[in-house]
């Protein structure tokens, strides 16, 4: 039976599917056993999830893409 | 915008080409292709839109002085996120401010047996209606912009770029164990840092 810092420490590898078989179910079997590493676990996902909705996000405003098209046009950028 | 990646990177590969025959008519192409990228992972880095223009401009320029010396060892779009990296960290370095905190003190805590000592709150179930308040967005860009920049770069690459942990190696010239390693830590600093937030939150709801 592994403890919760072992399955803390395979979480990375659990949501890439990346443990053996074994591993991996003994993993799973921890997780019945224990509210707290689901609990763990859910909230790493989200981690995941609402940092990339926040901030993959990022669109580029038009006014830095007309400064971006006037520097390419310009002396400093040519020479 | 192409979908099929061999066919993308095959015409990256011939635009690159192009450029480093001499024909820089093309060079609109390639700012076409990478504008966005460059733009929010340096404003990911920065959070700031001139310094991310500055920095968009910087990478520009460089990549046009330097085409020539790219010699294809790794993919194009690698040797752009370096150089985007390297005109960013010199940003930031001319800033000087470094507000980030040690991770471990963040990290999760175990007894002898291994068992976790602190309560753990589920909000995962809630993030959906919390994620669009302009205050839970300030708190994400909190927490990641005091990630220590081993760790930051990782997580911007991976997770919020979301490109393969492959990639990441080869961007940074790291071993594939050090990208899941950093990776890890990044998310379990953010996660302990959200989770401080969330649980303040709920108990703010609860009150009223």
Known sequence: MICCKECLDLLHDYLDNKLDKETHSSLEEHFQDCPPCVAFLNTYKSTTSICRESLGEIEMPDAVKSKLKEFLKSEEFKN | ?208
């Open chain 2, 1 to 208: 915008m192409t979908f099929d990646p061999k066919e993308d990177k095959a015409a990256e590969e011939a635009l690159v080409r192009e450029l480093q025959a001499g024909n820089m008519e093309v060079f609109d192409q390639l700012v076409e292709r990478f504008q966005k990228k460059i733009y929010a992972l340096s404003f990911n880095l920065t959070r700031n839109q001139m310094d991310a223009q500055d920095v968009t401009q910087d990478v520009f320029l460089t990549l046009f002085r330097k085409i020539h010396t790219f010699q294809g060892k790794s993919a194009f779009s690698s040797w752009v996120y370096r150089i985007t990296l390297n005109a960013a960290y010199m940003k930031l370095r001319s800033r000087k401010k470094d507000k980030s905190v040690s991770i471990d003190e963040l990290l999760p805590n175990f007894n002898k047996a291994g068992f976790q000592q602190e309560k753990v709150q589920d909000w995962s179930e809630n993030t959906e209606s919390l994620l669009f308040a302009n205050e839970t967005r300030g708190i994400i860009q909190k927490a990641v912009d005091q990630l220590p920049e081993k760790e930051k770069v990782v997580f911007l690459l991976r997770d919020v770029e979301g490109l393969s942990t492959e990639k990441v190696g080869e961007i940074l010239e790291l071993t594939i164990p050090a990208v899941k390693s950093r990776l890890h830590r990044a998310r379990l600093f953010l996660r302990k840092k959200l989770s401080a937030f969330f649980d303040e939150y709920r108990s703010g709801e609860d009150k009223s």
